[in-house]
């Protein structure tokens, strides 16, 4: 439960940043990071597309630049975009201007007010940089499918066992993780709207 819901001292390090939705609504917003990809994100958006769902891409805009026909189909199909920083850098490792540079670069293609930092960890310097411009959105609920360690049924027994209302759950559009959300996501999808879960973007 460490990795799959953040503790609270995290969320009080970074509290101006969005966790979790309204704990009243029963509602579920999925995100994808780190695409777009065309070994991934098609599927994803089949998928989604197929059960009626929109979902928030954080992409990595490097990516978004080398396939920009997915980042267009993302943005033409109703999802929403967040930046995931442009080469996918880490908050700790990188200047706070360095790692500013890099979130305009990735703005220039993905035109967002969200951002959501790699791997979740800034520099507290960064993070309140970014909070004068950006909407920081983290995440309630991780489903670790990036984890070589991970199956399918992990993968969707962790959305079973944290999914709660107002969750912020993260996949992944990435080599890492497709080969378990072929299974997974339409099951989480489904077991989630069994339960009676509205899914949502961000405004």
Known sequence: MIIEQPSMWLRWLYPRATWRMNRHEKAVYLTFDDG??????PFILDTLKHYGIKATFFMVGDNARKYPELHQRVVNEGHRIGNHTHNHISGFRHSIRKYSYNVEKANAYLHT????????????GLYAWLGRKYRIVMWDLVTRDYSKWMTADDVFNNVKRYARNGSIITFHDS?????????ALPQAIEWLQAQGYAFKIFE
Request: charged share 25%.
């Open 36 to 41: 777009p990809i065309p070994e991934a994100t």
């Open 113 to 124: 007010n969200l951002v959501r930092p790699p791997h979740g960890w800034m520099r507290w």
């Open 175 to 183: 080599l890492k993780s497709i080969d378990k959300l072929r299974t």
